[in-house]
């Protein structure tokens, strides 16, 4: 490792967008935060969009105070997954991209029965969720929707806020793997996937790999890299791990939970099918086993309810008042689709206990726990289902993202799953999308390197499992 260099990191989530420098002196890395502003779909006329001129304004911001801080070489943007935009012959916007909460369960079976779940999942490897890119584009071609014959391209999220920088429009394989339209194995557009959706591959756009350059900021010589644009691929190339240890899981805790393993090649059989796992790209010709498990979603909305009535809580005051709560209280399935997107989290978590004859939460200390403990019992069943379809005997979990600074939640975990839980770092997915920016400009040589990077300048924490638990 060498080369002293300063980068910026835009990492943007469904909840939240943030600009983090990144100082890099040869031997360790610091992060500091330029810039964060909150993020949230739109809804107009009964459909959820996301603000994107919003959006780019404020990473515009961003990068303008990272300047202003110091001279920077290079900028990277991930964000969530799945979403994108329409963009016309002209370069021009063809309408607010869509939320992937607008999209529907029945919707996902409409196209699934189409197709077969089974030759869908043989292809792409990805799993069945109601929001994947194959399933909105669905939707559009039932609606006959005139945005898929008069698109020249679609761009995902973060190559299309990358695009508006430079004017050079890429699509990176990490969010396109989202998408369900990837044939896993060849890491290539699957075209009759493609047609019977609606589109051609010309509109999606010829793959690249993360690393690589495309152009710079207008009006700049801040060099655009495409880092690992999907969040979580980002977030996993930070995960500390030794890389002595090959038994080890990663889980990436925010809004979304997604628990998983590393990869040389696709996972794919029919029974990584009927547990709904997926096999999504990854740096370095890796692949992302993983599943998606709803996450601190549910205790989002609920703190977004509590708010609307009055009652304001930090996640700190929350996750206090659930450490008084008794423990052992009541569960749900967290995966189970009624908290996708219910009008009111409260009243669906509680109906949710009383229908399997528990008790339901009233104390917001009480719901919380209920959560925290809900979730822990989701990952300890997804970590069950990795062990089986894998045959590794797992010995530590890392778990990166906000969710790792909860310390009640890694502790219930680890009694869980039963395995110690190492949490952090905590901004894993800038760190990820920084240390690709270093591959890049080959101040780092490979993951290896970058991760040997990330141990040597972050704490972690470890959490044992109690066996009174």
């Not at 990191?9 to 939240?16: E, K, P, Q, R």
């Not at 450490?323 to 995966?335: C, D, E, Q």
Request: with cysteine.
């Amino acid at each position: 490792m060498s080369t002293a260099c300063a980068m910026l990191a835009f990492d943007l989530g469904a909840s939240s967008g943030r600009a983090m420098l990144g100082r890099f002196d040869g031997a360790t890395l610091q992060l500091e935060e330029m810039h964060r502003f909150w993020n949230g779909t739109v809804k107009l006329r009964r459909h959820l969009y996301w603000d994107v001129p919003r959006l780019f304004d404020e990473l515009q911001n961003g990068l303008h105070k990272a300047r202003a801080a110091q001279p920077i070489t290079s900028f990277g943007i991930d964000t969530w997954g799945v979403d994108g935009a329409f963009i016309g012959a002209h370069d021009e916007l063809l309408g607010l991209p869509w939320g992937y909460r607008d999209f529907s369960v029945e919707n996902m079976q409409a196209c699934t029965d189409a197709i077969g779940a089974r030759k869908l999942y043989r292809i792409t490897g990805i799993q069945f969720m109601p929001f994947n890119t194959i399933f909105q584009l669905y939707r559009h071609k039932q609606h006959r929707h005139p945005l898929l014959k008069m698109a020249a391209s679609f761009l995902f999220m973060p190559d299309y806020l990358r695009f508006l920088f430079t004017g050079e429009a890429q699509t990176e394989y990490t969010i396109a793997s989202t998408s369900q339209l990837l044939d896993a194995r060849t890491r290539t557009w699957c075209e009759p996937l493609l047609r019977k959706v609606g589109v051609t591959p010309a509109q999606m756009g010829a793959l690249i790999e993360p690393g690589t350059v495309c152009g710079t900021a207008d009006g700049t010589d801040v060099r655009a890299v495409a880092v690992a644009g999907h969040d979580t691929a980002s977030a996993v190339l930070a995960v500390p791990a030794d890389p002595r240890d090959a038994q080890w899981a990663w889980l990436s805790s925010g809004t979304w939970s997604i628990m998983g393993i590393e990869t040389a090649a696709p996972i794919i059989s029919e029974q990584g099918r009927v547990l709904n796992f997926s096999n999504e790209g990854g740096a370095g010709g890796t692949i992302r086993y993983l599943k998606n498990i709803m996450g601190l979603w549910l205790a989002q909305e609920c703190r977004r309810l509590w708010s609307a009535q009055g009652q304001e809580y930090s996640f700190g005051e929350l996750t206090e008042l659930a450490a008084r709560a008794p423990a052992g209280g009541p569960t749900v399935s967290v995966n189970d689709m009624r908290f996708y997107a219910p009008a009111n989290m409260l009243e669906e978590l509680r109906a949710a206990c009383r229908e399997t004859g528990q008790r339901a939460p009233e104390s917001a200390g009480e719901v919380y726990r209920c959560i925290l403990e809900s979730l822990a019992k989701a990952y300890a069943a997804v970590l069950h289902e990795l062990r089986a379809l894998t045959g590794i005997a797992f010995t530590r979990l890392h778990v990166v993202g906000g969710g790792a600074q909860n310390a009640l939640l890694n502790q219930l975990t680890a009694d869980a799953c039963g395995i110690p839980v190492i949490a952090g770092p905590v901004e894993a997915t800038a760190l990820g999308n920084l240390l690709m920016q270093l591959v890049a400009c080959g101040a780092l040589g490979s993951v290896a390197e970058g991760r040997a990077l990330v141990r040597a300048s972050f704490p972690t924490e470890e959490y044992q499992p109690r066996r009174d638990a």
